[in-house]
């Protein structure tokens, strides 16, 4: 299985991830954090690389879904969905909600299965 759910896209940097920002909470995400891991990088390590931002998004439903059937499922909130520059574009990228049914067992998999296919289906939506 795929670590992560993504697509490439011709918008830059800043369109990307306004774009992305706004497919998450139009699918009730809300993002509990941000890591720009360029300036990470650059001021704690003195490397440079290309513009990268991770986003710590969260849909409280599926959560509290998840969190019921297993309490494990907390050490993998929130879902990590990456914005990164690349060739003329963005390459989007979302954990893949499948993992957690691989990674945690008692009957994820349901759960985990309409969330890849929301985030499959938001990948589409971002592609251009």
Do not use: W, Y
């Not at 990088?41 to 990268?52: F, H, M, N, S, Y």
């Amino acid at each position: 299985m795929d670590v992560g759910i993504g697509t490439f896209t011709e918008m830059d940097f800043d369109e990307a991830v306004e774009a992305t920002r706004k497919a998450l909470a139009d699918r009730g995400f809300g993002i509990l954090h941000e890591i720009d891991l360029t300036a990470t990088l650059k001021q704690k390590a003195d490397v440079d690389i290309e513009r990268v931002l991770i986003l710590g998004a969260c849909n409280p439903g599926f959560a509290a879904q998840a969190f019921g059937i297993s309490k494990d499922v907390a050490l993998l909130l929130p879902c990590n969905v990456v914005v990164r520059e690349s060739g003329g574009g963005c390459i989007i990228e979302a954990q893949n909600p499948g993992l957690l049914a691989q990674v945690i067992s008692g009957g994820l998999q349901n759960l985990a299965d309409d969330l890849s296919a929301q985030m499959r289906q938001m990948m589409r939506e971002l592609t251009r």
